[in-house]
Structure formats: structure tokens, C-alpha cells
Nanobody, 125 residues
Framework: QVQLVESGGGLVQAGGSLRLSCAAS????????MGWFRQAPGKEREFVAA????????FYAGSVKGRFTISRDSAKNTVFLQMNSLKPEDTAVYYC??????????????????WGQGTQVTVSS
């Protein structure tokens, strides 16, 4: 069992930066791929970024590539999402998720087994 708690969301102006954190509990955290997703009002939850269990591989949605960076600190059981050059269209609730399958990095909501409660990110124009 893994419990995930996100933090770091808030209100920021366009062009600004935020760093989201996801604290995980459970000894098996180090063996999970981790992902960030987001959901804007009236829209489906969408993939943002993923990082492999060892941190060697990452994968990004095209809309955030070059602006967002996912990383993990396994010693602290924490995953981060550094978000730079934020745009109003990045406004959403951001969710951290864990995938116990140690194969390829995945980007589908249904393939992630554990989810946090989400943290709101609002980017003003």
C-alpha cells in the first residue's frame, strides 16, 4: 500500500514558477514508477510527466516538455515537479500517482494504481 500527499500548489502569474512535491509512504515506493497528472475544470485528467523507479528515465507530455521537470528523491520518498514558464492553460488540479508495474513508463490514468488528493495550481494572465 502506498499513500501519496501532494503539496506546493498555489497562485502564480504567467511566466512564473512553482515546485510541487509528492510525499509517499510505504516501503515499496522505491520500486514504483511515479507520475504527475492534471485535471482542469470540465476536462479529463491528463498525463503530465513520469519518472522511472530508479530515476534514470523520464517522459513528458508535449505541452510541458522543456518547461516542467520531474525528479525523485528516493531517500526522502518524495517526487517533485518543477514547473517553469507557467501559462494560464497550466491551471488545473495536479495529482501525483504511483505505478507498481516496473516495465515501460506509462501515461494512462487507468494504469496508475495509487493517487494523491491533488493540489490546485492557478496561473493568472
Amino acid at each position: 500500500q502506498v499513500q501519496l500527499v501532494e503539496s506546493g500548489g498555489g497562485l502564480v502569474q504567467a511566466g512564473g514558477s512553482l515546485r510541487l512535491s509528492c510525499a509517499a509512504s510505504g516501503r515499496t515506493f522505491r520500486s514504483f514508477h511515479m507520475g504527475w497528472f492534471r485535471q482542469a475544470p470540465g476536462k479529463e485528467r491528463e498525463f503530465v510527466a513520469a519518472i522511472s523507479w530508479g530515476g534514470a528515465s523520464t517522459f513528458y507530455a508535449g505541452s510541458v516538455k522543456g518547461r516542467f521537470t520531474i525528479s525523485r528523491d528516493s531517500a526522502k520518498n518524495t517526487v517533485f515537479l518543477q514547473m517553469n514558464s507557467l501559462k494560464p492553460e497550466d491551471t488545473a488540479v495536479y495529482y501525483c500517482a504511483a505505478d507498481p508495474d516496473m516495465g515501460e513508463l506509462r501515461r494512462t490514468v487507468s494504469e496508475y494504481e495509487y493517487w494523491g488528493q491533488g493540489t490546485q495550481v492557478t496561473v493568472s494572465s
